[in-house]
């Protein structure tokens, strides 16, 4: 049985969809103030482009713009707090972050890899501090950490991680 | 004092962890310096990697368990009823037959042991493909044939 067109329509816009998604997700988290807000602001632009799919003449730029405008509108629906950005600067970061797509394509894939590069207990840890519903002041508590310590191993992490995948990088475009 | 941009770029990414004056320094250097700002989208980048691993990670993890646990279940359970049904097709065969019928039973046990050290493994589960978080809340029915 051929699939209809509805089906068909959404078996193309999946994969529009998971083709940018990441990098969609890194723009989006670029202009907002906690990965929270940027998983909320996500759900609601899938839910957008979707929706309007059909009016869409070239996903990628069309995908950016909406993800934008949506980013933008979250902003303004919030009370601005001393964590959010003047808009001059998100849209400058916003900018820069679609033209990375590929730098950081790279550096996710190259991820994985640089995680199995830590002692165990640090990519366990890592992991854990990103697993959804993790409450840091509670991870603390399990380790026998105060959350500050916690916070700052983590901060740790985070370097020797970006270091390593900026490493990658490096070499890939060397080779 | 010498800014550590890590370090303040990270505690900008903990939200509650700058301060007034942090965050204007870290707005400023942002604008003026183009290394900055890749450095900080860098960042962000690892920071919505390290998520999306995380999650994978858990989906991973679940039927890892459960493979495991029917593995370890399965095998010694039919390894067991095996030697359950040799023993007593044997007692019966003693209990019936004279001595110089009776099956080679050496033989048999051997055999039957190979048997069951052959038995074939189950097929182990494929780690799932990249699994679009946002995809699986717009229609998890997508999902449905990735899994493991």
Redesign the interface.
């Known amino acids: 049985m051929s699939p209809s067109f509805d089906d068909a329509q959404h078996n193309q816009f999946l994969r529009l969809f998971a083709a940018n998604e990441a990098a969609l997700h890194t723009f989006v988290r670029s202009m907002l103030p906690s990965r929270q807000e940027a998983a909320e602001v996500m759900q609601d632009v899938a839910v957008t482009l979707w929706q309007k799919f059909s009016s869409a003449d070239d996903f990628r730029p069309w995908a950016f713009g909406v993800a934008r405008n949506m980013a933008l509108r979250h902003l303004r629906s919030q009370a601005r707090d001393r964590h959010v950005f003047d808009d001059e600067l998100v849209n400058r970061l916003a900018d820069e972050a679609a033209t990375m797509e590929e730098r950081h394509l790279t550096q996710r894939e190259a991820l994985a890899a640089c995680l199995q590069k830590l002692p165990a207990m640090q990519r366990e840890l890592a992991l854990a501090a990103y697993t959804k519903g993790t409450r840091m002041d509670e991870l603390a508590t399990q380790r026998g950490q105060t959350p500050m310590s916690l916070y700052k191993l983590l901060q740790r992490i985070r370097q020797a991680l970006l270091e390593c995948v900026r490493r990658t990088l490096t070499q890939e475009e060397r080779t | 004092m010498k800014t550590d941009w890590?370090?303040l770029i990270?505690?900008?990414?903990?939200?509650?962890?700058?301060?007034?004056e942090e965050?204007n320094r870290l707005?400023a250097a942002?604008?003026a310096d183009?290394k900055l700002?890749?450095l900080?989208?860098?960042?962000?980048?690892?920071?919505?990697?390290?998520?999306?691993?995380?999650?994978a990670?858990?989906h991973v993890r679940a039927p890892q368990e459960q493979r495991t646990y029917r593995w370890l279940s399965w095998r010694p359970l039919a390894a067991a009823a095996a030697c359950v049904a040799l023993l007593c097709s044997g007692a019966l065969l003693l209990s019936r037959k004279p001595l110089s019928t009776r099956p080679d039973l050496a033989a048999t046990f051997a055999s039957t042991e190979q048997a069951i050290a052959h038995l074939p493994a189950p097929p182990l589960a494929p780690l799932p493909e990249?699994i679009?978080p946002?995809?699986a809340?717009?229609?998890p029915a997508?999902l449905r044939p990735l899994k493991f």
């Open positions: 890590h370090e990270q505690r900008h990414l903990a939200e509650e962890l700058t301060t007034v965050m707005q942002l604008k183009a700002r890749a900080f989208l860098d960042y962000m980048n690892l920071d919505v990697a390290l998520g999306a691993l995380a999650g990670a858990d990249w679009s946002t995809a809340m717009l229609d997508v």
